[in-house]
């Protein structure tokens, strides 16, 4: 337990937290818009910026997040007009950032060698100002993940629904990427941007498995971020390895024993559960003056109705009953 | 002269779609109160043309809300718009989650949900026969009760103009009774009901009027005749000379 005596591990244990709590909250958003691997095409969109910080002497930190936010908004735009699908859209950011940001790195005279500190992430060499940055970024984003979660879910599950109840659906819709744009960024320095996708998705996966209703799983999701990221560092220093690649791995462990686990609350919460329609609760009338009788071909709708015959009659159901007719 | 106080105006209503003309020249008013069905055959614009009047696809003619037209209606919360069921995308949400979702014209950003809000959800699940289901995932219900959710959804609301898609589409006669319940009580609160419809079903003596689209024009709009016990074909007006004809039984 040496390593919460060194500062550098406070700084890395601080970025993770921050990473494993504000990655899945906003892919939990991108999940249920079936954008999974948006979060990719973001963090090779990011390697332009970090290109252009290299080629420009500034700070990547902030020249990235301004880059992948522009980036990430333009393409959301770009959806909604139709004038690109999803998966071109992302096929753009993908080769787009990472040949850019590469040309850019190597014309500031940078190797790759420089670059893999945010490809892959350098967790360990985080410094005070960096981590000032993530925290006050990711507080803006879990703010708005947590604080408009009814509104979000309601746009990115039923937009025509959204837009007719009066949400500001491009707002929100871009404001989604835009924050996504953001955590990608953030996390750079933890997981790296190759990476970093797993974390916004894998512990929204794993939730999946074990909770039920999107406000849950998203709290679960970010539970399981944060075991992911923060034991994932400790287990770097302690067993020498790379940080961003053991807090992945380790969420992939995690949605591996998510399965059994599932199958396990599955059969126990069974009853709860039922594929079949269930008979909703109708009230139980008695007609006994029905003058028409009902019977096959007699004009009104058969149906067959837990093992008896309904009529479907001025619209409720009339159900033969000793002397008179159920009403359904 | 248009009637100020209609819940809907259409007038010369074209909707061009990819270069496709969708609806054309649709003309017609819906008064407050009127259980109104859009009838015609697949692809004769029915869905389009809803769309069309909640300000969902481009249009050209004039499209009133409540007397405003629809680019400038704001008052969002007086609309209960019930989309086709595969239309919405749902991972992991309960049913009480989805339903939550009619309230949020009702709610401010960032504010919880209040008392009122809870209990109108409740409520709404309640009407629908569904308050046990309120927990269970929504992608988990059959297609009936996702379809009594998608109608919770809007009944959550203060919607005083509802707009179903298909409400009857693929769903059990269970939930069609419970539809057609929901639909009773919402025509004694005097609110307007306008919904595409294949085929009647239960719903046949709650409609007062039905539209009838061809070819995305307006071939037919009158008071809805249901048809006599005994007969054995469900006649919608003019439906004969199209060809809709339904057997029953």
């Not at chain 1, 979660?149 to 309601?154: G, K």
């Not at chain 1, 835009?178 to 190759?194: C, E, H």
């Not at chain 1, 609760?281 to 004009?299: F, I, R």
Request: aromatic fraction near 6%; hydrophobic fraction near 50%.
């Amino acid at each position: 337990m040496e390593w919460l005596g060194l500062e550098f591990m406070q700084r890395a244990l601080l970025a993770a937290l921050i990473t494993g709590l504000t990655a899945p909250a906003i892919g939990t958003y991108l999940v249920q818009r079936r954008l999974s691997l948006l979060g990719d095409g973001l963090g090779h969109l990011a390697v332009a910026g970090v290109g252009l910080a290299f080629l420009t002497g500034t700070a990547p930190l902030p020249l990235a997040v301004l880059v992948c936010v522009l980036g990430a908004v333009g393409i959301e735009l770009l959806r909604e007009v139709g004038r690109t699908s999803g998966d071109v859209g992302l096929a753009i950011l993908f080769y787009g950032g990472l040949s850019g940001g590469l040309l850019l790195a190597s014309l500031a005279g940078q190797g790759t060698g420089t670059l893999s500190a945010y490809l892959f992430g350098s967790l360990l060499t985080i410094n005070a100002t960096e981590l000032w940055i993530i925290a006050g970024l990711a507080a803006v984003v879990l703010l708005v993940c947590l604080g408009l979660l009814p509104q979000l879910f309601a746009v990115s599950a039923d937009e025509p629904f959204a837009r007719t109840i009066g949400l500001p659906v491009r707002v929100y819709n871009v404001l989604v990427v835009a924050l996504a744009a953001v955590t990608v960024t953030v996390s750079m320095r933890t997981v790296g941007l190759l990476l970093v996708s797993a974390l916004m998705v894998v512990p929204v996966a794993t939730a999946n498995h074990l909770v039920i209703g999107f406000r849950r799983s998203m709290l679960t999701a970010m539970a399981l971020g944060v075991v992911a990221a923060v034991s994932g560092t400790i287990g770097s220093y302690e067993f020498d390895t790379a940080p961003g690649a053991l807090i992945v791995v380790i969420a992939i462990g995690l949605f591996a024993l998510s399965w059994p686990v599932s199958l396990l609350l599955a059969r126990r919460a069974a009853p709860a559960i039922e594929l079949v329609d269930d008979q909703p609760p109708l009230q139980h009338e008695v007609t006994e003056d029905h003058p028409h009788v009902h019977a096959e071909g007699c004009g009104h709708l058969a149906v067959t109705h837990g093992g008896h015959v309904d009529y479907i009659h001025d619209g409720h159901r009339h159900a033969v009953h000793g002397g008179h007719y159920d009403e359904h | 002269m248009t009637d100020s106080t209609a819940a809907i105006t259409a007038e010369n209503v074209d909707v061009v779609l990819s270069g496709v003309p969708i609806v054309r020249r649709a003309t017609f008013e819906v008064d407050a109160g009127q259980a109104v069905a859009v009838t015609g055959n697949n692809g004769s614009g029915k869905t389009t043309l809803m769309r069309a009047l909640l300000g969902l696809v481009p249009h050209r003619g004039t499209i009133r809300l409540f007397g405003t037209d629809v680019e400038r209606f704001h008052d969002w919360r007086r609309i209960g718009y019930v989309p086709q069921r595969s239309s919405i995308l749902v991972q992991q949400a309960t049913a009480r989650e989805v339903v939550a979702s009619g309230r949020l014209g009702l709610r401010r950003p960032f504010w919880p949900a209040s008392t009122a809000d809870r209990r109108a959800v409740g409520d709404a699940l309640a009407e629908v026969g569904l308050a046990h289901r309120a927990g269970s995932p929504f992608v988990r219900l059959s297609g009936g009760q996702q379809q009594r959710v998608l109608i919770a959804r809007a009944l959550a609301g203060a919607a005083d103009l509802m707009v179903w898609d298909e409400p009857l589409a693929g769903v059990d006669q269970a939930t069609q009774g419970v539809l057609a319940g929901v639909l009773s009580r919402l025509r004694d609160a005097g609110r307007t009901v306008v919904m595409v419809l294949h085929e009647p079903g239960p719903f046949e003596p709650l409609i007062d009027r039905a539209i009838t689209l061809a070819d995305g024009r307006v071939v037919a709009d009158g008071p809805f005749v249901a048809s006599a016990g005994g007969h054995e074909v469900h006649e919608w007006p003019h439906a004969r000379a199209h060809g809709t004809g339904l057997e029953v039984v």
